[in-house]
């Protein structure tokens, strides 16, 4: 199993362009999410998919818009990048295990929009 | 909301000396508890979780139990490595929540 991977690793914008943050995971998770880290505030959830076809807005989804088509794949789109979407941005996927959940995370995209 | 607090770094200890890392939290159902581990450049990997009032999770000489009356999961470890140096992140969630809310993260480097 490769996990979840996310492409590309590093990425520069300049503000108002747009580009696509890819994520795929191969354990037929149904759970997946994004992510963006910034210092001193942990990771916050920007948006969510509980199931292809199924997206949900998380804590900060302001700027991004998210399509979930197959099981396997969940992008991130940003539509005109703002300096203010400089970020750490992580996929995960999870399952559901008893009572709980496993969340497994992908390696992370380092974005700067200058 | 849900939330969790985790206390402020960055910490910096010798090898082989002890490690705590305090995270209270605050939440309306039951929750999960985790602690994840972040190396320089990855994504975060889960170090460990507990699920229920007094759990203890424990994984790679790391422990952390589930206080419920102190809404508390400290992590803790007895002689630390300079391979430990990392960022840990406490986070929560509740089973009917699509949410795991996150510390800001402890950043730990250990000198040899």
């Known amino acids: 199993n490769a996990g979840v991977t996310q492409t590309p690793k590093f990425q520069v914008l300049k503000t108002g362009q747009s580009m696509t943050l890819q994520c795929a995971q191969d354990?037929?998770?149904?759970?997946m999410s994004w992510y963006r880290q910034d210092p001193g505030m942990g990771l916050r959830l920007i948006h969510y998919?509980?199931?292809?076809?199924?997206?949900d807005q998380g804590e900060v989804p302001n700027g991004y818009n998210v399509s979930r088509s197959t099981t396997e794949d969940f992008p991130l789109r940003l539509l005109s990048a703002a300096p203010s979407q400089t970020s750490v941005y992580f996929c995960?996927?999870?399952?559901?295990?008893?009572?709980?959940?496993?969340?497994?995370f992908g390696p992370g995209t380092r974005l700067t929009v200058t | 909301g849900d939330s969790v607090t985790q206390m402020e770094g960055p910490v910096t200890l010798s090898e082989e000396a002890f490690l705590t890392i305090n995270c209270t939290y605050t939440?309306?159902?039951?929750?999960?508890l985790f602690w994840y581990v972040q190396y320089p450049g990855e994504g975060l990997q889960l170090l460990l979780k507990a699920t229920k009032a007094d759990d203890k999770g424990s994984n790679k000489g790391f422990e952390a139990t589930y206080r419920k009356e102190t809404t508390s999961f400290h992590l803790e470890k007895g002689s630390v490595q300079v391979s430990d140096s990392a960022v840990y992140f406490c986070a929560l969630t509740t089973y009917n929540n699509n949410d795991m809310r996150f510390g800001a993260g402890t950043r730990l480097t250990v000198k040899p």
């Open positions: 995960a996927s999870r399952i559901k295990t008893g009572s709980s959940y496993e969340q497994y």
């Open positions: 354990m037929n998770h149904e759970y």
């Open positions: 939440a309306t159902g039951y929750p999960s």
């Open positions: 998919s509980v199931g292809a076809g199924i997206t």
